[in-house]
Nanobody, 119 residues
Protein backbone atom coordinates (compact mmCIF):
# COMPACT_ATOMS: atom_id res chain seq x y z
CA UNK A 1 0.00 0.00 0.00
CA UNK A 2 1.52 3.26 -1.24
CA UNK A 3 0.02 6.72 -1.14
CA UNK A 4 1.10 9.73 -3.18
CA UNK A 5 0.02 13.19 -2.08
CA UNK A 6 0.55 16.30 -4.18
CA UNK A 7 0.63 19.84 -2.92
CA UNK A 8 1.52 23.31 -4.15
CA UNK A 9 -1.10 23.95 -6.79
CA UNK A 10 -3.05 27.16 -7.00
CA UNK A 11 -3.92 30.22 -9.02
CA UNK A 12 -1.12 32.23 -10.60
CA UNK A 13 -0.81 34.93 -13.24
CA UNK A 14 0.83 34.26 -16.58
CA UNK A 15 4.58 34.56 -16.23
CA UNK A 16 4.52 33.52 -12.59
CA UNK A 17 5.88 30.46 -10.83
CA UNK A 18 4.70 27.56 -8.71
CA UNK A 19 6.44 24.61 -7.09
CA UNK A 20 4.61 21.32 -6.78
CA UNK A 21 5.57 18.63 -4.28
CA UNK A 22 4.70 14.96 -4.12
CA UNK A 23 5.30 12.75 -1.10
CA UNK A 24 5.15 8.97 -1.15
CA UNK A 25 4.32 7.07 2.01
CA UNK A 26 3.84 3.48 3.04
CA UNK A 27 6.04 0.50 3.71
CA UNK A 28 7.65 -2.37 1.88
CA UNK A 29 8.17 -0.52 -1.41
CA UNK A 30 10.95 0.76 -3.64
CA UNK A 31 10.34 3.64 -6.03
CA UNK A 32 11.90 3.45 -9.45
CA UNK A 33 10.89 6.31 -11.75
CA UNK A 34 8.65 9.21 -10.78
CA UNK A 35 6.94 11.81 -12.90
CA UNK A 36 4.37 14.50 -13.38
CA UNK A 37 1.38 14.30 -15.72
CA UNK A 38 -1.38 16.79 -16.39
CA UNK A 39 -4.91 16.70 -17.71
CA UNK A 40 -7.35 19.43 -18.67
CA UNK A 41 -11.11 18.79 -19.00
CA UNK A 42 -11.89 17.15 -22.32
CA UNK A 43 -8.23 16.57 -23.09
CA UNK A 44 -5.97 13.56 -22.95
CA UNK A 45 -3.64 13.12 -20.01
CA UNK A 46 -0.11 13.98 -21.04
CA UNK A 47 3.36 13.48 -19.68
CA UNK A 48 4.96 16.64 -18.36
CA UNK A 49 8.26 15.15 -17.23
CA UNK A 50 9.62 12.05 -15.57
CA UNK A 51 12.82 11.25 -13.74
CA UNK A 52 14.66 8.04 -13.00
CA UNK A 53 16.05 7.17 -9.60
CA UNK A 54 19.48 8.10 -10.92
CA UNK A 55 18.32 11.54 -12.07
CA UNK A 56 17.84 11.14 -15.82
CA UNK A 57 14.95 13.28 -17.07
CA UNK A 58 12.54 13.38 -19.99
CA UNK A 59 10.58 16.60 -20.58
CA UNK A 60 7.66 17.30 -22.85
CA UNK A 61 8.60 19.79 -25.57
CA UNK A 62 5.95 22.21 -24.31
CA UNK A 63 7.67 22.69 -20.95
CA UNK A 64 11.37 22.45 -21.82
CA UNK A 65 13.29 25.39 -20.46
CA UNK A 66 10.45 26.40 -18.13
CA UNK A 67 9.87 23.44 -15.79
CA UNK A 68 12.41 21.56 -13.70
CA UNK A 69 11.91 18.24 -11.94
CA UNK A 70 13.93 17.06 -8.96
CA UNK A 71 13.69 14.27 -6.41
CA UNK A 72 14.90 13.36 -2.97
CA UNK A 73 15.24 9.60 -2.77
CA UNK A 74 15.88 9.59 0.98
CA UNK A 75 12.58 11.39 1.59
CA UNK A 76 10.63 9.66 -1.20
CA UNK A 77 9.67 13.01 -2.65
CA UNK A 78 9.60 14.58 -6.09
CA UNK A 79 9.19 18.24 -7.00
CA UNK A 80 8.22 20.26 -10.03
CA UNK A 81 9.41 23.85 -10.29
CA UNK A 82 7.27 25.67 -12.85
CA UNK A 83 8.44 29.03 -14.17
CA UNK A 84 7.15 31.33 -16.89
CA UNK A 85 3.71 29.79 -16.61
CA UNK A 86 1.26 30.15 -19.48
CA UNK A 87 -2.54 29.82 -19.60
CA UNK A 88 -2.01 26.64 -21.62
CA UNK A 89 -0.43 25.08 -18.52
CA UNK A 90 -3.78 25.14 -16.73
CA UNK A 91 -4.64 21.56 -15.75
CA UNK A 92 -4.83 19.09 -12.92
CA UNK A 93 -1.32 17.88 -12.24
CA UNK A 94 -0.79 14.30 -11.09
CA UNK A 95 2.19 12.71 -9.45
CA UNK A 96 3.13 9.26 -10.71
CA UNK A 97 5.48 6.66 -9.29
CA UNK A 98 6.66 3.32 -10.56
CA UNK A 99 6.79 1.21 -7.42
CA UNK A 100 8.54 -2.12 -7.07
CA UNK A 101 6.47 -4.27 -4.75
CA UNK A 102 6.42 -8.04 -4.43
CA UNK A 103 8.92 -8.13 -7.29
CA UNK A 104 6.51 -6.41 -9.68
CA UNK A 105 6.43 -2.84 -10.93
CA UNK A 106 3.15 -1.06 -10.25
CA UNK A 107 1.93 2.44 -11.16
CA UNK A 108 0.66 4.67 -8.38
CA UNK A 109 -1.07 8.03 -8.80
CA UNK A 110 -1.76 10.94 -6.53
CA UNK A 111 -5.14 12.61 -6.23
CA UNK A 112 -4.05 15.58 -8.33
CA UNK A 113 -3.59 19.27 -7.65
CA UNK A 114 -5.18 22.06 -9.67
CA UNK A 115 -2.97 24.60 -11.40
CA UNK A 116 -4.73 27.59 -12.93
CA UNK A 117 -2.85 30.23 -14.90
CA UNK A 118 -4.72 33.43 -15.67
CA UNK A 119 -4.05 35.72 -18.63
Amino acid sequence: QVQLVESGGGLVQAGGSLRLSCAASGSGFYINAMGWYRQAPGKQRELVVDITRGGNTNYADSVKGRFTISRDNAKNMVYLQMNSLKPEDTAVYYCNAGVLMDRRLRDYWGQGTQVTVSS
